[in-house]
C-alpha cells in the first residue's frame, strides 16, 4: 500500500498539468487567504475535489489504467491507495495555502475547512473511479452545483456541495451529511470498480 501510494504521490508530481495545478490553486488560495476567509474555503474544497478526481482520471485519461490494474490485479487496494494519495496531496494543499488564513488567526476556519478537505477529495476520486471522464464531471457537477444546489436548494438543502460548504463554515450536521455523500460514493465506486476498462 505505501509503494503504492508513493508511486501516485510522484506521478503527480511528475505530471505537469498536475504539478501547475497545484502550484497555480496554492498561490490563488494564499491571495484569497490572505483576502477572504471564505473564499479561501471555498477554493481549498474546490481544489481537494479536483485534485481527487485528476488523481484517478488520468489513469483512464492517460490510457495507464490497464498497466495499472495489471501490475496491481486488486482494485479495491488500488483504489484505497489512490484515496489516500489524493487525501495527502488536498490536505497539503490546503494546509500551505491557508497559511495566510492562519497568520490572521481565523484557527477555527482554519481547521473546519481542514477536516472537510479529505471527504472532498474522496467525493471527487470516487466520482471519478465511477465515471471515469474528468471533464464529463466537472462540467456535469459544475451545472449540478449552479443550478440544482444553488438556485434550486439556495445551498441549504442535503445536497452534496451544499453540504460541504456548511460543514467548512462548522456546522457538524453538515459534516455529517458530507460524510454520508462521501459514504455513498466510495461505496458506488467499489461496486462499480471492477467493471472493464476500455481503450476508446
Known amino acids: 500500500m505505501i509503494a503504492l501510494v508513493r508511486s501516485e504521490l510522484y506521478r503527480m508530481a511528475t505530471i505537469r498539468s498536475s504539478w501547475v495545478s497545484i502550484a497555480v490553486f496554492g498561490v490563488l488560495g494564499a491571495l484569497f487567504g490572505a483576502v477572504n476567509v471564505d473564499a479561501w474555503a471555498l477554493l481549498a474544497g474546490m481544489g481537494a475535489f479536483g485534485f481527487g478526481v485528476l488523481g484517478v482520471s488520468q489513469h483512464f485519461?492517460?490510457?495507464?489504467?490497464?498497466?495499472?490494474?495489471?501490475?496491481?490485479?486488486?482494485?479495491?487496494?488500488?483504489?484505497?491507495?489512490?484515496?489516500?494519495?489524493?487525501?495527502?496531496?488536498?490536505?497539503?494543499?490546503?494546509?500551505?495555502?491557508?497559511?495566510?488564513?492562519?497568520?490572521?488567526?481565523?484557527?477555527?476556519?482554519?481547521?473546519?475547512?481542514?477536516?472537510?478537505?479529505?471527504?472532498?477529495?474522496?467525493?471527487?476520486?470516487?466520482?471519478?473511479?465511477?465515471?471515469?471522464?474528468?471533464?464529463?464531471?466537472?462540467?456535469?457537477?459544475?451545472?449540478?452545483?449552479?443550478?440544482?444546489?444553488?438556485?434550486?436548494?439556495?445551498?441549504?438543502?442535503?445536497?452534496?456541495?451544499?453540504?460541504?460548504?456548511?460543514?467548512?463554515?462548522?456546522?457538524?450536521?453538515?459534516l455529517l451529511v458530507a460524510a454520508a455523500w462521501t459514504l455513498l460514493a466510495l461505496l458506488a465506486a467499489a461496486i462499480t470498480v471492477h467493471r472493464d476498462v476500455t481503450t476508446d
Open 61 to 174: 485519461q492517460h490510457r495507464t489504467a490497464v498497466l495499472l490494474y495489471l501490475a496491481r490485479p486488486n482494485r479495491l487496494t488500488t483504489l484505497l491507495g489512490q484515496l489516500l494519495a489524493g487525501i495527502v496531496v488536498a490536505v497539503g494543499f490546503a494546509a500551505v495555502s491557508g497559511l495566510p488564513v492562519l497568520a490572521k488567526g481565523d484557527l477555527t476556519q482554519y481547521r473546519n475547512t481542514l477536516a472537510i478537505v479529505p471527504l472532498l477529495a474522496v467525493f471527487g476520486a470516487t466520482n471519478a473511479a465511477v465515471l471515469r471522464r474528468p471533464t464529463w464531471l466537472f462540467l456535469g457537477y459544475a451545472g449540478w452545483f449552479v443550478f440544482v444546489e444553488g438556485l434550486l436548494g439556495r445551498l441549504t438543502a442535503p445536497l452534496p456541495f451544499s453540504s460541504f460548504l456548511g460543514a467548512a463554515g462548522g456546522d457538524r450536521t453538515s
